[in-house]
């Protein structure tokens, strides 16, 4: 009795897994197993700028594009918040992580985190110095602009249009957000070729954090102090258009002409700066091109096929002089 009730209820559970095995094998015909997607995580600096949210956009449409899922997190141009963003990512296992450092230092310990967790790091955009150890053991590839450059090529610009040798040119410099490699860099190039220019004098700087608010408000106080030194400005030199901009309207307010009693240069080369140029405010810009989408998902897929990355990837850009603004301007994508 108690033998055949044993094997009657064998036979149940031998009936019950065969049937468990039938629903398992339908079961995995039904949701077929599908490519698992690449999920990235993004660390933004902010929005602070025409150059930021060109950027923001060419990554979001190039992501779609690929079909990478992209978890985008936008710092308000706080590290904390970028620190946080990079550790929420670290959490969530994403299969790879790329930001835009705000500031060049201070991202030692979350950088070992993320090594730590196996997930490979991008930088896109600004560069990084380390405290402790080399940055380049620490991210797989660094895409993006060449600053000193940049500023290179805006003082050459600078002296070629002035055409002066010998008088004083006394140029205000607005330069970036304090510590961030754009300004360190810019402002590098930029020194490094008026050092053969002695006649070339920075007379005021000061940071205009990359924004049109601070770069006007920045302007104002420079006209205002060297009115009260008894000093005349020739030229803006600003890191970025959107603080040129700022300081267009603080010139005009102040009842000058920019473009004219005020040579300006600034870079980046947005269309804000394209506008400005067409309407005689703008002397020149040199491209800073913020388009790094592509770049970045082509990176993503590669690192994740398991290719090798060159450390190294420059962006390729140019000078606008005003006079070929208007033939430029259609053409431009950010
Ligand atoms: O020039 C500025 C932006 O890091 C290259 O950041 C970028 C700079 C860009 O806010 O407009």
Same mark, same amino acid.
């Given at each position: 009795?108690?033998?055949? %009730?044993?094997?009657?209820?064998?036979?149940?559970?031998?009936?019950?897994?065969?049937?468990?095995?039938?629903?398992?094998?339908?079961? *995995?015909?039904?949701?077929?197993? @599908? #490519?698992?997607?690449?999920?990235?995580?993004?660390?933004?600096?902010?929005?602070?700028?025409?150059?930021?949210?060109?950027?923001?956009?060419? %990554?979001?449409?190039?992501?779609?594009?690929?079909?990478? +899922?992209?978890?985008?997190?936008?710092?308000?141009?706080?590290?904390?918040?970028?620190?946080?963003? %990079?550790?929420? /990512?670290? *959490?969530?296992?994403?299969?790879?992580?790329?930001?835009?450092? $705000?500031v060049e230092t201070?991202?030692?310990? &979350?950088?070992? =985190?993320?090594?730590?967790?196996?997930?490979?790091?991008?930088?896109?955009?600004?560069a990084i110095k380390?405290?402790?150890?080399?940055? #380049?053991?620490?991210?797989?590839?660094?895409?993006?602009?060449? /600053?000193?450059?940049?500023?290179?090529?805006?003082?050459?610009?600078?002296?070629?249009?002035?055409?002066?040798?010998?008088?004083?040119?006394?140029? $205000?410099?607005?330069?970036? @957000?304090?510590g961030s490699a754009?300004?360190?860099?810019?402002?590098?190039?930029?020194? !490094?070729?008026?050092?053969?220019?002695?006649?070339?004098?920075?007379?005021?700087? *000061?940071?205009?954090?990359?924004?049109?608010?601070?770069?006007?408000? $920045?302007?104002?106080?420079?006209?205002?102090?060297?009115?009260?030194?008894?000093?005349?400005?020739? &030229?803006?030199?600003?890191?970025?258009?959107?603080?040129? %901009?700022?300081?267009?309207?603080?010139?005009? !307010?102040?009842?000058?002409?920019?473009?004219?009693?005020?040579?300006?240069?600034?870079?980046?080369?947005?269309?804000?700066? /394209? =506008?400005?140029?067409?309407?005689?405010?703008?002397?020149?810009?040199? =491209?800073?091109?913020?388009?790094?989408?592509?770049?970045?998902? +082509?990176?993503?897929?590669?690192?994740?096929?398991?290719?090798?990355?060159?450390?190294?990837?420059?962006?390729?850009?140019?000078? /606008?002089?005003?006079?070929?603004?208007?033939?430029?301007?259609?053409?431009?994508?950010?």
């Amino acid at each position: 009795m108690f033998k055949g %009730i044993r094997i009657g209820a064998a036979l149940l559970a031998a009936a019950m897994l065969i049937l468990l095995a039938g629903c398992g094998a339908s079961n *995995q015909g039904a949701t077929k197993p @599908t #490519e698992k997607k690449i999920v990235l995580g993004f660390s933004q600096i902010g929005a602070e700028s025409e150059w930021r949210t060109a950027n923001t956009e060419s %990554i979001k449409a190039a992501a779609k594009e690929a079909g990478i +899922e992209l978890k985008f997190s936008d710092a308000q141009q706080k590290q904390e918040n970028q620190l946080k963003a %990079i550790r929420s /990512f670290i *959490q969530q296992k994403v299969d790879v992580i790329a930001f835009s450092p $705000v500031v060049e230092t201070g991202w030692d310990a &979350v950088l070992q =985190e993320a090594k730590a967790a196996g997930i490979p790091v991008i930088l896109t955009d600004r560069a990084i110095k380390m405290s402790n150890g080399n940055p #380049e053991d620490y991210y797989v590839t660094f895409m993006g602009s060449d /600053f000193v450059e940049e500023g290179r090529r805006a003082a050459n610009w600078l002296v070629d249009f002035m055409k002066q040798d010998k008088a004083d040119v006394n140029i $205000v410099e607005l330069q970036g @957000t304090v510590g961030s490699a754009p300004a360190i860099d810019r402002k590098n190039g930029f020194e !490094e070729v008026m050092k053969n220019h002695p006649n070339y004098k920075i007379i005021k700087s *000061q940071t205009g954090d990359f924004t049109r608010a601070k770069g006007k408000e $920045v302007m104002e106080s420079f006209l205002k102090s060297a009115k009260a030194d008894g000093q005349k400005i020739d &030229v803006l030199f600003a890191h970025n258009d959107d603080m040129a %901009i700022g300081a267009i309207q603080a010139i005009e !307010e102040a009842g000058l002409k920019p473009g004219k009693d005020i040579i300006i240069v600034s870079i980046d080369g947005v269309k804000g700066a /394209f =506008e400005a140029m067409i309407a005689g405010k703008l002397n020149a810009t040199i =491209e800073c091109s913020p388009l790094l989408g592509g770049q970045l998902m +082509e990176a993503v897929k590669d690192l994740t096929a398991g290719k090798q990355l060159a450390k190294r990837i420059l962006t390729k850009e140019g000078v /606008f002089p005003a006079d070929v603004a208007a033939k430029e301007l259609p053409s431009r994508k950010y």
